[in-house]
C-alpha cells in the first residue's frame, strides 16, 4: 500500500519547509526505514504551494510511524492547510 500526504503552504515558506521535509525524511529512514519522496505543484494558487510527500510500500504502523516523526518537525508550523492522507493499493492489471 501507498500513502499521499498533501497540504499547502505560503510560498515565502518554501525553504523552510523543504529544510523540515528533509528533516522529517531523515526521520523516517533511519526509523522506519521509509524512502519518502516530496513534490510540488508547478503553480501557486493565491500565493500557496500545494505539497506531496508519497511514502510507498508502507507497513500497519505507518500512520502511527509518521505523527512520530512529524512531531519532531516544524512542518505543522509552516502548514497553511490540513495534512490530507490518502491511501492506495498498489494493482497489478497484467496478472
Known amino acids: ?6 497540504f499547502k ?3 515565502e515558506h518554501e ?3 523543504i529544510i523540515e521535509e528533509r528533516k522529517l525524511n531523515e ?3 533511519q526509523r522506519f526505514n521509509y524512502m519518502p519522496r516530496l513534490e510540488r505543484r508547478p503553480d501557486t494558487t493565491n500565493g500557496l504551494h500545494t505539497w506531496m510527500e508519497v511514502y510507498e510500500d508502507i507497513s500497519d504502523t505507518f500512520e502511527q510511524d509518521l505523527k512520530l516523526a512529524l512531531m519532531q518537525t516544524d512542518l505543522p ?4 492547510s490540513e495534512r490530507h492522507v490518502e491511501f492506495f493499493l498498489n494493482v497489478d492489471v497484467c496478472a
Open 1 to 6: 500500500m501507498n500513502c499521499y500526504v498533501y
Open 27 to 29: 526521520i523516517l529512514r
Open 15 to 17: 525553504a523552510a519547509i
Open 77 to 80: 508550523n509552516l502548514q497553511y
Open 9 to 11: 503552504a505560503k510560498i
